[in-house]
């Protein structure tokens, strides 16, 4: 499968690219989806981040279906 | 009243400028039922880091999320206390210190709820909507990345 | 910072206009420590009464013991609280529905601060001011004594 | 002794003045003022009010000197 994944803020900098389609052999859980991406990018190990799944933050169980919007949010700084 | 809440556009670019308030302020004035105004503005301050003293912060966001978090965040409130109209407005771009980025303004007929509120929705903005601040520092290019506390 | 807190007026005659309001707001745009402003202005409510709908309030006060009062209001907060500035106005004479009698300014490096400060600045002036209102009633010279709860 | 007497808001209606001179044959307190006041105008029984001694709300207790500035003060409705 493959989804649609946005880096935002300082994660952009570290992945060097502000989005990318991320290929995978098996079905995804958000949780999998992480461990992938920090085996790829083992800068992002020291980075506090969330997952957001379709514009809302998701936990680790939740499954990533293949045409989600995936997103990795650095802590946020509004106001 | 306000029954129905559309989702409203929350972003500018760049600063929120003090007139931009007095305008909104001034456009309740027919809405006779309101007896209290609460107004947060969030200022960028010139604070101090190792690099040097943040001269501007850079903000961008994640759009579309944000937009739909200020809209739930907006929900919340009228459903939570006695609003008669509420708005929030948000920089995007490059607001300098001294200049305003964030702006929430709630008003009821009471002064209780638009204190209640006013704090309830800037802490809400703070905790749950994807917006990213890059703290510009010195005339080098430095900054540090922001993190609300 | 300020460090000495003079008196300062307070009164002003008739309805205090959103265009000071944002005068107030610029004025503070070379006071970069400040991260956070608290706003809250009293509107006059059109409210129902037995004889008939407000129309204005006509605001009188025991002046100088008001300015004293006011004055000790300051000096509360600024021990209290971490403020950077504080502003009161208030009306004095007569102020139409829709427009703005009170006008309570606080701004602090910190947001806690400044709600905290706004909502304590704006209950003692409710409870410790005497500044006394006349409710005016439709066209015919009706009026009741207003009275803060 | 006399002492200058304030009226604000309803209460000038009531006493039909905004100030006046007070004549007592004894030294006041602000209970006996209280009392006495009560006695002139009884429509102020009806009524809450403080009595400001100087500028500052006084307890029945507090003596009043001749030279004292006294204030009847309704009900307080500023913002």
């Given at each position: 499968m493959s989804v649609h994944v946005m880096y935002y803020g300082m994660l952009a900098e570290i992945t060097g690219h502000a989005n990318e389609l991320w290929i995978s052999d098996e079905n995804l859980t958000v949780g999998k989806f992480r461990s992938q991406i920090l085996e790829k990018y083992?800068?992002?190990r020291e980075?506090?981040?969330?997952?957001?799944?379709?514009?809302?933050?998701a936990e680790d169980f939740a499954p990533i279906d293949p045409s989600a919007e995936i997103a990795l949010l650095p802590p946020f700084a509004g106001g | 009243m306000e029954k129905i809440h559309k989702p409203k556009k929350v972003f500018v670019q760049g600063p929120i400028s003090p007139e931009f308030v007095s305008k909104s302020i001034a456009s309740h004035h027919s809405k006779t039922g309101i007896g209290a105004h609460a107004i947060f503005l969030g200022q960028i301050r010139a604070d101090q880091k190792e690099s040097g003293t943040v001269t501007a912060i850079e903000y961008s966001?994640?759009?579309e999320m944000a937009e739909h978090a200020f809209h739930e965040i907006r929900e919340k409130a009228f459903a939570r206390f006695e609003l008669t109209?509420?708005?929030?407005?948000?920089?995007?771009?490059?607001?300098p210190v001294g200049e305003i980025s964030l702006f929430v303004f709630v008003s009821s007929p009471h002064r209780r709820a638009a204190f209640e509120a006013s704090e309830f929705v800037v802490e809400e903005i703070k905790a749950n909507v994807p917006v990213f601040g890059k703290e510009l520092i010195g005339e080098n290019g430095a900054y540090v990345w922001k993190e609300n506390s």
């Open positions: 083992p800068a992002l980075k506090k981040f969330k997952v957001a799944v379709n514009q809302k933050i | 966001a994640y759009e109209c509420m708005h929030i407005y948000h920089s995007l771009g490059t607001v």
